[in-house]
């Protein structure tokens, strides 16, 4: 089934009656696909053409959740290799092995997820075991590997630690014959002591000398907020080595600065952060590492947007910059952390604001935000990843915690209008 109808900033008819009724037949089916032609700007035509939504593997018919889908791509002779890691969710926070599944067919199938083997559980004790979650996948052209890099995280007795014992980055890397290498931590500059240092679900920003900028979220012990810092890195296709540090950002509120994503655009570097005080905040830097003061994400007329302690990712074209998002809504207001629908807006780069009349709906909230809200899946863990020339893509696995954190693994194409630069 395939639906093309107009869309300004709202949703579709079709989307509508989705967000109305709360039924959705075809969610139960990997044909799930609908699509949705965007407006022009007032200022030039949009570069988003279409939209199209599939479900990969349908997990509400199925009874489970492939969560944190994340893609990279790895070039070939014809098509690239779409590589995805991710990993199954039964509980808050509770993630087991981590999983890799790969297309040839851009997108159209998936293998079986298969578990990587270095990034399962480790017993520690009969109560205590340690799992990787929030992992990252990116081809490294120079080693022609894939390094995915995640972090640690503590369970007792079936669900999340509290509180946690140290938590660090940790990565293994597809070689490419494509065996996993060993696990391997990604050790700090220095000796300074962290509750908490990490990069996962952020993205990282490789240079054309092949070197990395990671952007990194640190806890400090007896102290509540974070700080958000980025790292020039080296990576010779085995280990991860930093180099140089830059300026800390901070926000006092509640946990501070988190899950931070940055990315190179005309040859300058912007920064999208989660926070706990009803703002996501953006930041921009000549190197990337000495970053302007965070801002919140704003409307061009200056109004801010209402965002709930949820992530945010960019997505880039030669002609524009966007940025992939949550928000609080009229249709979703109680959905927890206004986490549906995902939303995606062209970014101004001189003022650090969202252009209002490109705002288009990526993934839709499916189900009543407002009357039973309990049972609209949530999407605020998502990636994004520049899949050709002429599209882009926005994966995420739903939630819904009401029926044992079952939900479908959504992929959303993002048809350019033109062709991108590669």
Same mark, same amino acid.
């Given at each position: ?9 709202g ?25 949705t +032609?965007?407006? !022009? &700007?007032? /200022? ?6 279409? *939209?199209?939504? @599939? ?11 492939w ?18 890691t991710t ?36 017993t ?50 597809? +070689?490419?014959? !494509? &065996?996993? /290498? ?6 700090? *500059?220095?000796? @300074? ?17 092949d ?35 830059g ?15 940055m ?77 549906a ?51 882009s893509?926005?994966?995420v ?14 992929l ?11």
């Open positions: 089934m395939t639906l093309t109808a107009n869309s300004s900033n949703p579709t008819r079709r989307e509508f009656l989705y967000q109305l009724t709360g039924t959705i037949a075809a969610c139960t089916s990997v044909a799930w696909i609908t699509e +032609r965007a407006a !022009g &700007t007032a /200022s030039k035509p949009d570069l988003i053409d279409t *939209i199209t939504r @599939t479900v990969l593997w349908p997990g509400r018919r199925e009874g489970y959740s969560f944190h889908p994340r893609v990279c791509m790895i070039p070939g002779p014809q098509n690239p290799l779409a590589l995805m990993q199954k969710i039964t509980g808050s926070d509770y993630y087991h092995a981590v999983h890799c599944s790969v297309s040839s067919d851009l997108g159209k199938s998936w293998t079986e997820p298969e578990p990587i083997p270095r990034l399962g559980r480790r520690v004790s009969d109560t205590v075991q340690e799992g990787v979650c929030d992992v990252v996948p990116d081809y490294h052209p120079l080693t022609r590997t894939v390094l995915a890099i995640g972090h640690n995280v503590w369970y007792r007795n079936g669900r999340l630690m509290s509180p946690q014992r140290r938590r660090f980055p940790v990565y293994v890397v597809r +070689r490419q014959d !494509g &065996t996993w /290498s060993e696990k391997r931590i990604l050790e700090w *500059i220095d000796n @300074t002591s962290f509750s908490i240092y990490t990069c996962g679900c952020g993205q990282r920003v490789t240079l054309s000398d070197n990395l900028i990671i952007p990194f979220s640190l806890g400090f012990d007896g102290r509540n907020d974070r700080v958000v810092v980025s790292a020039l890195c080296t990576f010779d296709g085995n280990e991860i080595r930093m180099i140089k540090i300026n800390e950002l901070t926000n006092k509120t509640k946990r501070g600065l988190l899950e931070p994503s990315i190179s655009f005309n040859r300058r570097y912007y920064m999208t952060i989660r926070a706990e005080d009803n703002r996501g905040y953006v930041c921009s830097s000549d190197d990337g590492l000495h970053w302007s003061p965070p801002q919140p994400w704003r409307w061009l007329d200056g109004s801010p947007l209402s965002m709930s302690t949820t992530q945010q990712h960019w997505l880039v074209h030669n002609e524009g910059l966007f940025l992939v998002y949550t928000r609080k809504a009229e249709a979703n207001i109680n959905v927890f952390r206004w986490r629908p995902l939303y995606i807006a062209a970014v101004d780069v001189e003022s650090l604001r969202l252009i209002k009349e490109t705002e288009r709906i990526v993934l839709p909230l499916i189900g009543d935000g407002i009357r039973d809200a309990g049972n609209v899946a949530r999407m605020g863990n998502f990636h994004t990843t520049n899949a050709t020339a002429d599209e893509w926005v994966t696995g739903e939630c819904l915690p009401g029926k044992s954190f079952t939900g479908d693994t959504l959303a194409r993002i048809h350019w209008s033109r062709p991108k630069a590669m």
